[in-house]
């Protein structure tokens, strides 16, 4: 008998052989959801929440525009659509979606059941977006879900990783477009007191996020902050992502986990923005700059990367990212690449930082230091990524309704993902 071929997480982290069953429509999709099962979406995630040990179901062939409201700027759109596919129609009607991921290969049902965030300064979660729901529940029905319909499915199926049953399609509020072009200005610092000053200019923009290079002992970095260029072009083209060969990839995998190759590329960006400070950048490039490469996951094969995410505060973001790089350097392991994002609806002053950590023969010091940092400092930790840690402490539970069993007559039974009896140590 021949085996399956491997299916992997986006991370090369975590992988499964079963074949991936693609239902034709919903009848079909009922009756494999009568045995264990979990739900696929573009495989971009970078956790197992996706990988399990029932069927593996792919809702690909869901995946038309069922209807786009632009009068009242609402979209109407099956789970098995990606991101991409959206914006190739909405862009055109003069119509965003402000809050996306940095990926735009990602399937709507993924965006929803993982509660994404984006580069919004404020609301900055998806389901600030999402009018409304339609999923198939624990009886096997159809319900529509909202703020006032079956509330109680609607919240803990945003942000639910699929524990709740499939998301059919989602009504998404969108907001107007003027130009298919953003102005971004790039501001340097190079100490915490510099960083929290330039937060007073957040204030003039709609988006941001700040990359920092966590190979210096100082806080250093670029906050690149960006709002929609007025002008009169009405034209919003769409780009094709470039795809390296294998041997480039492969290539480029070997110097891609020194830190030395992450210490020159630092410099150089870095130099790069404190010279152009301003830029006029097409949609594409400034919302999903890593999507220019398609695979450049495959850059760190064939043992991955962990990303690691975190949620901090403007009190205790000095302190634990100063902890952070001390204990990095008892463990001897570095981050590649780092990035910090805003999340508070009013004030600044929450921020989520992810770091990603290249593996080679470093994997067992990695979940060491994540597990130990976050036990220690009782962090909390956006779980879509998580692929490491060894139990839920207590942020991070009281954070996430769909780990808390006093839900569980909201849960599918049938439902299996491989986060759930990480974290939760269920058979």
């Not at 696929?40 to 179901?57: E, K, L, Q």
């Not at 102005?183 to 000053?197: A, G, I, M, P, W």
């Not at 902050?225 to 070997?254: A, M, Q, R």
């Not at 990035?339 to 770091?355: C, E, G, P, R, V």
Request: proline share 2%; glycine share 4%; with cysteine.
């Amino acid at each position: 008998m021949v085996k399956s071929k491997k299916k992997y997480n986006f991370t090369y982290t975590a992988n499964f052989s079963s074949k991936i069953i693609k239902p034709k429509n919903i009848k079909e999709l009922r009756q494999y959801l009568n045995k264990p099962f979990t739900i696929v979406g573009n495989m971009r995630s970078y956790g197992d929440t996706f990988i399990g040990n029932g069927n593996h179901i792919s809702l690909s062939n869901f995946n038309n525009i069922l209807n786009l409201d632009i009068k009242r700027r609402v979209i109407e759109i099956e789970s098995g659509a990606s991101l991409r596919d959206m914006n190739e129609k909405i862009f055109n009607k003069g119509l965003i979606l402000p809050c996306m991921p940095g990926c735009k290969y990602v399937s709507i049902g993924g965006m929803i059941a993982n509660n994404i965030s984006g580069k919004l300064l404020t609301n900055n979660k998806i389901e600030n977006f999402i009018h409304s729901i339609k999923l198939i529940n624990n009886k096997n029905k159809i319900i529509e879900c909202s703020r006032k319909k079956n509330k109680f499915f609607f919240y803990l199926s945003i942000g639910g990783k699929g524990r709740t049953g499939p998301i059919i399609s989602a009504k998404i509020k969108l907001s107007k477009l003027n130009s298919s072009f953003i102005k971004q200005e790039s501001l340097y610092f190079d100490s915490y007191d510099s960083f929290f000053e330039l937060l007073i200019k957040l204030k003039k923009f709609r988006y941001g996020v700040c990359w920092v290079d966590f190979t210096k002992e100082n806080f250093e970095g670029i906050l690149f902050l960006g709002s929609h260029y007025n002008t009169k072009d009405k034209k919003h083209f769409f780009y094709y992502d470039l795809k390296l060969p294998s041997f480039v990839t492969y290539l480029i995998s070997l110097i891609v986990k020194m830190k030395l190759t992450t210490i020159i590329f630092n410099y150089f960006f870095k130099t790069k923005n404190k010279l152009f400070k301003t830029n006029i950048l097409k949609l594409n490039n400034f919302f999903f700059p890593q999507n220019k490469i398609v695979n450049w996951n495959e850059f760190f094969k064939p043992h991955g990367f962990f990303q690691f995410q975190i949620y901090l505060n403007q009190n205790n973001l000095p302190f634990i990212i100063d902890k952070i790089k001390k204990l990095m350097n008892i463990y001897q392991i570095f981050s590649n690449f780092s990035i910090i994002k805003f999340h508070d609806n009013k004030n600044i002053n929450k921020f989520s930082l992810s770091l990603d950590f290249p593996i080679y023969n470093n994997k067992k010091k990695i979940k060491k230091f994540i597990n130990y940092l976050v036990k220690k400092y009782d962090l909390e930790v956006e779980l879509s990524k998580d692929i490491v840690l060894n139990k839920l402490n207590n942020s991070t539970l009281n954070k996430n309704d769909i780990f808390n069993q006093n839900n569980k007559m909201y849960f599918n039974k049938n439902f299996n993902s491989n986060i759930f009896k990480r974290l939760l140590k269920y058979d």
